[in-house]
């Protein structure tokens, strides 16, 4: 039996949930703003994994990465989730570089 698709759904399925605190913390901490970091992050993880020669090591990194940018698009919907009261809000948050340029662009929506 060929278990490869069956642990990559499972290794898949644990890091997705992962990247659910991931978006929450990151919003909550730092603001939506740093989309663009998380999005630049996950698109240079997913690259990586094109460069890796094992197939277990590359589809974790390929899935990591992919997380990274889902999470892109996720941190502005947090944003206006926490704004509802739904999850807690933290009023320090750290600004990115280039905040004033980014907000000017459209974040990311699936």
């Known amino acids: 039996m060929n278990y490869f698709g069956f642990l990559t759904g499972i290794i898949t399925l644990l890091i997705i949930g ?9 919003e909550r901490r730092l603001g ?7 999005l630049a992050l996950g698109i240079l993880i997913i690259g990586a994994s094109l460069f890796i020669a094992n197939d277990w090591l590359s ?8 997380t990274f940018v889902w999470g892109s698009t996720e941190l502005k919907e ?21 905040a ?6 459209p974040a990311p929506h699936l």
Do not use: D, E, S
Not at 18 to 26: A, D, E, M, S
Not at 59 to 66: D, E, T
């Open 18 to 26: 992962l990247g659910f605190p991931l978006v929450i913390q990151t």
């Open 32 to 38: 939506y703003l740093w989309w663009v970091y998380m």
């Open 59 to 66: 589809v974790i990194v390929g899935v990591l990465g992919a």
């Open 78 to 98: 947090q944003a206006a989730r926490a704004g509802l009261g739904w999850f807690p809000r933290h009023a320090k948050k750290i600004q990115p570089p280039f």
């Open 100 to 105: 004033n340029i980014i907000k000017k662009w």
